[in-house]
């Protein structure tokens, strides 16, 4: 037993002695290796190998020009208001008392003897009548007719006629009345301004200028609501609580002003159109025409004013650089009203006058007649939407003889042209081919192959 433990003791001890020597030979070897950066650092260099092929470039799509580009920024053709055809006709029982109102469904015509009309639009037939004084044109917008009668302003119902609300204002209306974003404007004989608003009728502000006016008050400019008065003035007041902004005295007779941005537009009868800066009123330009200027429209681009030597004008709002001037053809008798690349321009005879706005080229013309051919005078403004429609009354007319017509664009029917008799067959003649008797007299008919 003794002998077999010395003989382990002498095993272990042997045991220790090689794990030693192996550790320090590990530990040399470690040591004789170099790190692999370091001897890549350090290691001689060797023979140069020649580089390979560069790698591919990405594929990048070249860039091509979109097709389409130039045709995007094209100009949209003129709205094809004119020419016309004549969708129905009607000749009121009683004369019409002012121009007229038109919206989606209904055209609404004052009428003399305190009478009130509703047509409908598409056909002609009687909507609605009421029994109410109107002494100026009425407004309608959301589905309400705004009319002024004997020193009130009255709400009405597009669809039934029935009344919504009235206020009274203390005296007969001047000028017809204006809406603007849910306020309705009047301007009361001797000159004070009322704001109402739309849905209720309540009175917001009023404003007394001193003198009256026939032109509607137009909102325009930053927060503002500008008027050219009897007295030669152009007055600009502040739309949310009427204060006066600033004023300016002209000569002449003055029309319904005209706004652009930075601009508002009058016209005189001293043959002069001005345009002063919106904000505080300076003069910045003016031109003079041949005859009494009558009033102006603006597109977004240009600005348009018609004058009595029968010559409508196009000219840049910001400096009044001519672009255009045209011979109206007519006896201008309302400002002009621009929309859509045309210009259209109420007259004696043709009534409706249609230009291509860029360019002044005439589009078409439009005469008011009665039954037996006489031409008609309108009575206000012709009525029309800013968008023509396809298929639908576009322009109603009202003369003061108490003529209604609706008239449809012609243009937008989209018709086919009518089925025509053909006068030759499509296609070539064929000769007729000959048969196998009559090209080989002795053929003798047999079984075929």
């Not at 560069?54 to 020419?83: G, N, S």
Request: proline share 10%.
């Amino acid at each position: 037993m003794g002998t077999k433990k010395l003989g382990l003791l002498r095993d272990f001890r042997d045991l220790r002695g090689y794990s030693f020597v192996f550790f320090v030979a590990l530990t040399f070897s470690w040591g004789a290796c170099p790190d692999l950066v370091t001897a890549a650092q350090t290691a001689a260099p060797g023979p140069a190998v020649a580089p390979g092929p560069a790698p591919p470039k990405p594929y990048v799509p070249k860039h091509r020009k979109d097709p389409f580009e130039e045709f995007q920024k094209l100009p949209a053709d003129p709205a094809p208001l004119l020419p016309l055809e004549r969708v129905w006709f009607v000749s009121l029982p009683i004369a019409p008392g002012a121009g007229g109102a038109l919206d989606d469904d209904r055209v609404y015509i004052p009428l003399r003897e305190e009478w009130l009309m509703a047509l409908e639009r598409e056909t002609g037939k009687v909507a609605w009548t009421r029994e109410i004084e109107a002494n100026s044109a009425p407004v309608v917008h959301d589905g309400i007719v705004f009319v002024a009668s004997r020193g009130a302003i009255r709400a009405l119902d597009a669809v039934t006629g029935d009344d919504r609300w009235t206020t009274p204002i203390g005296s007969a209306v001047s000028a017809p009345l204006v809406w603007d974003s849910g306020w309705l404007l009047a301007v009361a004989q001797g000159g004070t301004v009322i704001a109402l608003r739309a849905s209720d009728g309540r009175e917001i502000w009023r404003r007394p200028l001193g003198a009256s006016t026939v032109n509607p008050p137009v909102p325009g400019g930053p927060d503002a609501l500008y008027l050219s008065l009897s007295d030669g003035r152009v007055v600009a007041l502040r739309l949310i609580d009427g204060t006066v902004l600033w004023e300016q005295m002209l000569p002449g007779t003055l029309s319904e002003p005209a706004v652009a941005p930075r601009r508002v537009f009058v016209g005189s009868t001293d043959n002069f159109f001005y345009a002063f800066n919106d904000e505080n009123g300076k003069l910045e330009w003016k031109w003079r025409g041949g005859g009494d200027v009558i009033g102006a429209a603006y597109d977004g681009e240009l600005i348009y004013f018609a004058s009595l030597d029968n010559i409508i004008r196009a000219v840049n709002p910001g400096n009044g650089n001519q672009r255009w001037k045209k011979e109206t053809g007519t006896r201008p008798i309302l400002p002009p009203r621009a929309f859509d690349g045309i210009v259209v321009l109420p007259g004696v005879a043709p009534a409706v006058t249609v230009f291509v706005a860029k360019t002044g080229a005439l589009m078409a013309v439009h005469n008011t007649l009665a039954p037996d051919g006489r031409t008609q005078p309108l009575l206000g403004a012709p009525l029309f939407d800013s968008a023509v429609t396809a298929f639908r009354v576009a322009l109603v007319t009202i003369t003061r003889d108490g003529l209604v017509e609706g008239l449809r664009p012609t243009a937008m029917q989209f018709r086919e042209p009518a089925a025509a008799a053909l006068g030759a067959l499509p296609g070539r003649p064929l000769m007729r081919e000959s048969t196998p008797n009559s090209a080989t007299p002795n053929f003798q008919p047999g079984p075929t192959q």
